[in-house]
């Protein structure tokens, strides 16, 4: 069954989740989780987005987060990419850490940005880890109370709804959350339909608008590449190459890489990824992107080996929409 594709909506809130691979543990000891908010902070430096909340799990990771410029499936490679390296490197593994997918669902702000801070902070009370929230140190709860350093976490538009003085919306947004203690999972927070799309009637529809014309059923548009995720078609180039996406990626001139992104662009192209997309990926100008297209497919019908590159990432793309 081919996959829904990510809507991607520059100022969307996003409801965003990462699990261990066979749901197993990926934080160990405190260290583990303050490498991985540590790499959350540098990547919130590097590719600005809003923070409205987090919970690191023993297994997996809650984030809530409002997309500025950059795409959240480049935020959440760079930031799953780095502490995989970092974990696998300390603990001597091979493998994925987290499962292939991350799930990241479009939520409409006025009606669940509240609701889905407060599910995010309860998670480890319904995991009985805790009876109070305030008392696990790997979410932003704290944060919002006053007892932890903001830094990371955008508080202020979530407290403002809550009491003009920061020191009346803590109380109440305390009060809000505590009158949250009983709920159990909220399945709508992980499952929605229409794309991975959260709110009302009207909302999914006006999002249907902005993205793109209405495909057949009632779904978001298939284009030829909206089921192409950036950080899935980076994976297969490395897989094929043999080189890393940060050596992809880089500004080296090596021959290796050069025919690695031009083969990223070819293949790019074919499943829709947008030039800009492609430039800002691999660090070039969106003007040049075209030309290393042309430069590559010509290469491809001198060089069996270019060609022969082309091929298996194109198999690898397709074995992923399976």
Do not use: W
């Amino acid at each position: 069954m081919a996959r829904k594709p990510r809507v991607e909506v520059e100022g969307g809130l996003y409801h965003i989740t990462a699990r261990g691979n066979n749901r197993r543990r990926i934080f160990d000891d405190d260290g583990d989780y303050r490498k991985l908010l540590g790499l959350l902070t540098e990547t919130k430096n590097k590719l600005p987005f809003y923070l409205y909340a987090y919970c690191l799990m023993p297994n997996h990771v809650h984030l809530l987060v409002e997309r500025r410029q950059d795409a959240i499936s480049r935020v959440m490679h760079r930031l799953l990419t780095g502490y995989s390296r970092y974990y696998n490197r300390r603990y001597r593994r091979v493998g994925h850490l987290f499962q292939k997918r991350y799930t990241a669902i479009l939520c409409q702000t006025d009606q669940y940005l509240a609701e889905l801070v407060r599910y995010i902070h309860l998670n480890p009370v319904r995991a009985r880890m805790v009876s109070n929230p305030a008392s696990y140190r790997y979410s932003s709860y704290r944060v919002y109370l006053g007892l932890d350093e903001p830094g990371l976490v955008d508080i202020e538009p979530v407290l403002r709804h809550f009491g003009a003085t920061k020191s009346l919306a803590r109380e109440r947004f305390a009060l809000f959350v505590k009158a949250g203690t009983k709920d159990g999972h909220r399945e709508e927070f992980y499952k929605a339909a229409e794309g991975k799309i959260l709110g009302s009637d009207e909302f999914v529809e006006a999002t249907k608008k902005r993205v793109g014309e209405v495909g057949k059923g009632g779904q978001l548009p298939i284009k030829s590449g909206a089921t192409r995720d950036l950080e899935e078609l980076i994976e297969a180039v490395a897989k094929s190459s043999g080189l890393t996406p940060e050596e992809i990626c880089s500004q080296r001139k090596r021959r290796a890489i050069v025919m690695a992104k031009e083969v990223l662009i070819i293949v790019g192209e074919e499943y829709g990824v947008s030039h800009a997309a492609l430039a800002r990926l691999i660090g070039i100008d969106s003007s040049v992107v075209s030309r290393r297209s042309e430069s590559g497919r010509r290469m491809m019908k001198a060089c069996s080996e270019m060609e022969e590159l082309v091929k298996e990432v194109r198999e690898l793309c397709r074995k992923t929409e399976a």
